[in-house]
């Protein structure tokens, strides 16, 4: 009996942190509601968005709502179809439980998020990039596990070999998890790549959709 109770002791401080993640959803409602069913069905504790949630700007209606419905969590990064403005307003309208994570940092159990997402004024040359990841990265830098959250993918041997012909932000991805060395990177952007997964060094890339990927951590 002593030895049963210690696996279930060992077993639910072992349980890990279950999280679904999408991106570029460009204000299709029906998406949200699937993905919404989906975070209800896997019991999933966090959700997570990587950019491109409207259709440039417009269709927010129905975007956040459904997760907040079921209790879910949500966190998000702009992408090149809002601006930080419009990724803000919709932290407004459903918090608590939405966090914009361009330029912040959050830890959920021992696992710390980061994240950045489209801002043209940052550029490779840019010291208020360095600056703003810095500041978010120290917060969470002693995380078990760290995951930067991103739209736009790093580039790495694979998706170069796709044809992606990649834009100022890939760049400045990949500077990023050059230097920080998170152990994921969740990103979006190239629709055709949906599900497509690599490496940069020992960094996890995952390209994940609308359709959604559960992923455990």
Not at 21 to 36: M, N, P, Q
Not at 79 to 84: A, F, M, W
Not at 201 to 209: E, L
Request: hydrophobic share 35%.
């Amino acid at each position: 009996m002593l030895l049963i109770r210690m696996k279930e002791k060992k077993q639910k401080k072992e349980k890990k942190l279950k999280i679904l993640v999408a991106s570029d959803i460009h204000g299709d409602k029906d998406a949200v509601e699937k993905l919404a069913e989906k975070a209800k069905k896997e019991n999933v504790d966090l959700v997570v968005i990587c950019g491109d949630i409207t259709y440039f700007g417009t269709g927010l209606e129905g975007m956040i709502g459904p997760f907040r419905k079921i209790n879910k969590k949500v966190l998000l990064v702009p992408g090149n179809h809002e601006d930080i403005a419009t990724t803000d307003f919709l932290v407004q309208m459903y918090k608590p439980g939405v966090y914009n994570l361009h330029g912040y940092s959050i830890k959920f159990k021992d696992i710390g998020f980061f994240g950045i997402g489209f801002d043209p004024s940052l550029t490779l040359e840019s010291k208020h990039l360095e600056e703003i990841i810095s500041k978010s990265y120290e917060k969470i830098k002693d995380s078990k596990h760290k995951v930067l959250i991103t739209h736009f993918a790093p580039e790495t041997r694979k998706f170069k070999a796709l044809g992606e012909i990649p834009w100022e932000e890939n760049k400045i991805v990949t500077r990023i998890v050059k230097k920080f060395k998170p152990d994921l990177v969740l990103c979006g952007h190239m629709h055709e790549f949906e599900g497509l997964e690599d490496k940069l060094g020992k960094t996890k890339i995952k390209n994940v959709g609308k359709h959604g990927e559960i992923i455990e951590i």
